[in-house]
């Protein structure tokens, strides 16, 4: 069995909304599966200036058209929030908590929560829209709170950012393969020449 | 005649050595011509935070496997050079200086600088290397020692560079076809279909 690809995403990123609409499809025309790996950016990185790319109107204007012309190009349907750069960490540890359970039910989750993000414009900071999306029925309460509240959820969401920064992760998306790192959708062409031959 | 495209690079930029060696095809094959602008990133937009993305050894890493990755993607020779984020000023200065006479002859330089930098590691920092470079014979005496101690030919550069922000330029290279901004050779297939088709 060769090895999967990790797809690490931030909750925040339209332009890992926009990979998790292709990820998946790539890897099987490759005989790969993909684990996915919701972290939060600016967590660790921030301090470390390792993550954050200085934004200016200039460039923030750029980024908003770039991601619209992104998913236009790739025929993925995206619709710019209200409100850009939400914090995604209970979103995050909602995830893992999934996917810790079910890959498939992580995956599931995961795409609903970018769906409610970058096409129905919901405010996936808080709470109850979380509560309210998908399977988070199928969460116990008493999970839910802890979730809100702490300590095991947040260590396991720490641990995942932790492993992402060592592992040299500093953008969303990003993708690993045998060790060869690749960042953004822009890279996938170069993934794909990579699963089908191989090192270059 | 359709708009032409501009093309701002960075003499520093081995992403924008790529795309030179690209842009002009592309151009061609959509009946379009191509207007190369050398610009340096750090001189005005530094202080502006508009530029530099922070900079760190994991990234530094990622940069440098991820260009050397790329070319090989896109069958352009290419060999890192010894040393990286050269000042680029001088060889941009000397650009305008043949640019302006005839853009063909700015062009042959630019790919002159290009090569010299990342197939042959010359250190085009230096004014004895730019000096001996391709057609700076051409130049006379007098004009070479002027692009080194000023005021005319900064003050173009400085132009160039501060015509380049206003229109929102801030990363190399970096297109503008009819008021449409893409940043990267990963945007050129954006722009090949914003040339086949229009905007999107």
């Not at 925040?12 to 599966?33: K, V």
């Not at 396991?156 to 690993?176: H, M, N, Q, T, Y």
């Amino acid at each position: 069995m060769p090895a999967p690809i990790d797809f690490y995403f931030d909750f925040a990123s339209p332009y890992g909304y926009i990979a998790a609409q292709t990820i998946d499809a790539l890897a099987e025309r490759h005989g790969r599966t993909v684990n996915w790996h919701a972290i939060v950016l600016d967590a660790n990185f921030q301090s470390l200036e390792r993550i954050r790319i200085p934004t200016s109107v200039m460039r923030s204007d750029y980024i908003r058209r770039d991601v619209e012309r992104l998913a236009a190009f790739m025929g993925v349907p995206f619709k710019t929030p209200s409100s850009l750069g939400l914090h995604t960490e209970m979103a995050a540890r909602l995830f893992h908590w999934f996917n810790d359970r079910d890959p498939a039910q992580g995956r599931a989750f995961a795409q609903c929560v970018y769906r409610a993000y970058f096409l129905e414009d919901r405010n996936i900071a808080q709470l109850e829209v979380l509560q309210d999306l998908c399977s988070t029925q199928q969460m116990p309460p008493a999970e839910l709170q802890s979730l809100v509240n702490d300590s095991a959820a947040r260590a396991r969401l720490k641990a995942e950012i932790d492993l992402a920064e060592a592992r040299g992760v500093f953008g969303s998306p990003f993708f690993i393969v045998e060790g060869e790192r690749f960042w953004g959708n822009d890279r996938l062409p170069q993934l794909e020449r990579w699963l089908e031959r191989g090192p270059y």
